[in-house]
């Protein structure tokens, strides 16, 4: 999914960043975004531009408004709460800066998606601190092309962030037909995340989602008649490394024994609770799920072992794709893609693929130091899935009696070494 904006565009959304930089919380460039596009007559966002002495009354009423009408954006008047600037005549005067910016003709309509999710790109990039909960779109472009999902399915993230994944799913899934339709489930226990997946469903135009905020590990909200809703396709990024799941803990939340049925995780790291979430969640027949961790959970010892080959004895684990380093914005950790598939097809039952693509990678267009999947890098890598055969440098299909003799470590590098920047 492409970012269609001209240079005029962009040159005015990086002023708008600059006015938000150090003068105003960046979020209400976006809460504006979202406004504007809910705001369906134009008359009615010029009347709300007008610079007049109950500016900011407006912009709370129409965020009252707008929130009041949907279940999902409870929290949204919590954090955007216009009238707070009331006695600041500089984050006034920022508002209107902002708010006479988006009231150029060229952003409109069909815009505002676009402009919405280059701002989330941009403010991670200059944000790290606060990245975690947006996912780089060329992973989320790769994995969803890989986990394809269809029309009539349904999509799920545990863990949603700003919902790139659900959004990307949605448009792959739909394409230009209009009569397609894919249905929506995600799970956010960050209000503020939660809040901004929302309004970026919003100004993308898609409304059969729901979105729960909850912590998805204890409380899953996609519960049926008291048992854990399956789903066709699943995508998520969960918090990697998350401290505080263990035994007693997870025992605790809900559907313990249905989602935890491999074993329990310690309290160093959650990773492979998420990842039996996720299986739980996933449809024996024809279910599939992806998942973007860290490395570390590809070879850890212990419970996360213990679970790790319980999972590749059960024959669900599908492929492993190691990702370059530095390709995230809050960490210059390496990373993967772990593909599971209930009920696999014949060609590749009792088999897993492993793809080492750490040397898939191009600079970043923007960031010293950080590396970026191409269109070319993320070709190879789906071609490599796809084909589900030994690649030289690229690829290894091993069978499950090979993974036991690595002792379970379902990390790329041990099956296949990656070719160097040169022979790429």
């Not at 935890?260 to 996933?282: C, I, K, N, P, R």
């Not at 950790?333 to 990678?361: D, Q």
């Amino acid at each position: 999914m492409e970012i269609n904006l001209n240079e005029s565009q962009i040159s005015a959304l990086k002023k708008a960043a600059e006015i938000t930089r150090a003068r105003i919380d960046y979020r209400y460039l976006l809460a504006l975004v979202f406004i504007k596009s809910e705001l369906k007559a134009s008359s009615a966002w010029e009347e709300l531009s007008k610079d007049e002495p109950d500016f900011l009354n407006k912009l709370t009423k129409a965020t009252a408004e707008i929130a009041g009408k949907n279940p999902y954006l409870k929290h949204m008047i919590n954090y955007f709460d216009f009238s707070q600037f009331s006695s600041v005549k500089g984050a006034t005067t920022s508002l209107k800066q902002l708010v006479e910016i988006l009231s150029d003709s060229q952003f409109s309509g069909n815009t505002l998606g676009d402009v919405f999710e280059w701002l989330l790109r941009y403010y991670a990039l200059t944000h790290p601190k606060e990245a975690e909960a947006y996912t780089p779109r060329e992973v989320v472009d790769l994995l969803v092309k890989i986990v394809d999902p269809r029309d009539k399915e349904i999509v799920y993230d545990a863990a949603m962030g700003y919902g790139g994944f659900l959004i990307y799913s949605y448009k792959h899934a739909t394409g230009g037909c209009s009569a397609c339709n894919v249905d929506l489930y995600g799970q956010e226990l960050s209000a503020i995340a939660h809040t901004i997946a929302v309004m970026n469903m919003h100004v993308h135009k898609i409304s059969n989602y729901n979105a729960y905020m909850d912590d998805t590990l204890l409380f899953p909200r996609t519960q049926e008649a008291g048992k854990l809703k399956k789903f066709d396709v699943i995508l998520s990024n969960p918090p990697w490394n998350l401290y505080g799941y263990d035994e007693s803990i997870l025992k605790k939340g809900d559907l313990s024994n249905e989602r935890f049925s491999f074993g329990y995780t310690t309290l160093e790291s959650a990773d492979w609770a998420w990842v039996q979430h996720a299986l739980a969640s996933t449809k024996l027949k024809n279910g599939r799920a992806g998942l973007v961790m860290d490395t570390e959970c590809l070879s850890r010892s212990g419970s996360d072992k213990a679970i790790r080959s319980k999972i590749v004895d059960a024959d669900l684990l599908e492929a492993v794709v190691l990702l370059p380093e530095r390709i995230f914005y809050h960490t210059t950790s390496a990373s993967c893609i772990l593909v599971f598939r209930p009920s696999k097809l014949s060609k590749k039952m009792g088999s897993t693929i492993f793809i080492n693509a750490s040397n898939e990678r191009e600079p970043h267009p923007e960031v010293k130091r950080m590396n970026y999947l191409g269109n070319d890098n993320i070709n190879r890598i789906l071609k490599a899935y796809q084909d589900f055969n030994s690649v030289n440098g690229l690829a290894y299909v091993a069978n499950i009696s090979e993974i036991r003799k690595k002792d379970y470590n379902i990390n790329p590098s041990a099956y296949v070494t990656a070719l160097s920047d040169v022979e790429l």
